[in-house]
């Protein structure tokens, strides 16, 4: 902000001329349906080429549409990309701890643990086996509570496919069709007169 340059110049434009473009677009909370709290967490491996920190991004959904996400680069170099996603599903987990508080204020309970579907096995079965420690010990303590909400049943970590991880849309440069279709699965509509 204080030293802008001919390339931040370019970026700025090339958001506003995103946003004009997407005017009309919007998302359809529909009453009704299956209103069960569910996640999807994701990250790339080191994806900035400056400093190599990757970004952590989530998205959750009520009723097929989405009501929280978030893109986020992490705080610290990872050393794997277990490690990375890790990572991305913890602070996936603090927003689900934040999500059924705010539902539970208005008078609505989840029965049983919130669903966040993740597409790294080593880092689902890291968070549900301490054992693997001497593996792990690179990764952070702060982000170790993860095991705890997972024995807590607070959350679920689950395995979906890489081609159906709608969180992607929050981390990595897609193909038009790529990204058309996790628009699509969010819930983002277009609005017509």
């Not at 080429?49 to 009520?62: A, I, L």
């Not at 054992?131 to 982000?143: A, C, L, N, P, Y």
């Amino acid at each position: 902000m204080e030293h802008p340059t001919e390339s931040h110049f370019m970026a700025a434009k090339r958001i506003l001329r995103y946003i004009k473009g997407t005017t009309s677009f919007g998302m359809f909370y529909k009453k009704g349906g299956v209103a069960e709290l569910f996640g999807y967490t994701d990250s790339d491996y080191a994806g900035d080429q400056n400093d190599r920190k990757s970004t952590s991004g989530y998205v959750f959904m009520m009723n097929s549409t989405a009501v929280s996400w978030s893109s986020k680069k992490q705080p610290v170099v990872t050393l794997s990309t277990t490690e990375a996603e890790f990572i991305a599903a913890a602070s996936s987990a603090c927003q689900v701890i934040w999500l059924r508080r705010i539902l539970k204020s208005l008078n609505y309970t989840q029965s049983g643990p919130t669903v966040v579907y993740c597409d790294n096995i080593s880092a689902i079965k890291l968070s549900k086996n301490p054992v693997m420690h001497g593996r792990s010990k690179h990764i952070d303590i702060r982000f170790h509570f993860l095991r705890d909400l997972v024995k807590d049943e607070v959350i679920k970590l689950t395995y979906c496919s890489t081609h159906d991880q709608i969180a992607d849309i929050m981390t990595k440069p897609l193909k038009i069709e790529a990204f058309l279709k996790l628009r699509d699965l969010m819930g983002v509509c277009e609005y017509t007169e």
